[in-house]
């Protein structure tokens, strides 16, 4: 029986989340979650009206319930204010989600650390650790993260040029060993045919994307979208001149940045003789 109040939006969205799984092929909590990926927790706090699911993991259950388009898009309008209430920062990133999701074309500079996109799963407990998430927390944060990683294998993968500051290739995150796995996996994700990745050496020092990490995503038919990070939360946004702007800044720091060729040097140069261990 349902402990949740259905008078809330997280309680709505609860027994909406328990009827689809009831409707699916997948009978039990514990079915359900194989399926999508995920632990039984993440199932049952999101049935039990405890926390919304992820916008990932939200997507694939829908997908295993296989609703209809109108169900679907209330059920996805019930959980947006679930997990404005639940959540606000995250609710005001869902745009980027739902446009990275459907994307043509993303377009990442990032001066700080290495873009959720291509983490590995530690490097991203780490992060959010370091953020101030329970274990619990981040381990979950981080399944949903290693979900929206799919998008770089679909076969209409979308076309993703990342620009790095060299500085994030050597700054310690967790341990010598988490940073080696990282930067392999950075050398393995160059070489899709579908990723550019570059680095901007460090011995250039002051460049104009200093001000901050920047992701654009642009999806056929929708407005580009322009994903800023900030000290305090990221902000999300469609408006045009601050779409544009983001997109010349960008431009400017990869025109200085090395070629992917040169880039993967560094990568390996950083993998070599920074964090190898013999």
Known sequence: ?????????????????????????????????????VERT??????????????????DILAQARVGPVAEAAIRGVWRLAKRTADPSSAAVAPWYETEAIASTLRLWQPVIVPGLLQVERYAYEIYRA???????????????????????????PMVVVVLDELVLHRLIGSNEVMAEQCT????????????????????????????????AHASGEPDVLLMGSLLEDQV??????????????ERVRGNAASITDSRDIIQQALEHRWSSS
């Open 237 to 250: 946004t469609t408006e045009t001149n601050r779409v544009r702007a983001a997109a010349v800044t960008l």
């Open 42 to 59: 993440a199932i049952t706090r999101a049935e039990g009206g405890e926390y919304p699911p992820t916008f990932q993991v939200l997507g």
């Open 131 to 157: 953020g101030g998430r329970t274990h619990e927390r981040a381990t979950e944060e981080v399944t949903a993260r290693m979900q929206r990683q799919r998008i770089l294998d679909r076969d209409d993968a």
């Open 1 to 37: 029986m349902a402990t949740h109040d259905d008078s809330t939006a997280k309680g709505l969205l609860a027994e909406l989340l328990r009827l689809a799984r009831q409707h699916s092929d997948c009978k039990t909590q514990e079915a359900l979650a194989r399926a999508v990926g």
């Open 185 to 216: 996996r950075l050398l393995k994700v160059s070489e899709l045919p579908t990723v550019s990745l570059h680095i901007l050496p460090g011995k250039l020092g002051a460049n104009g994307g200093l001000g901050g990490p920047v992701a654009l």
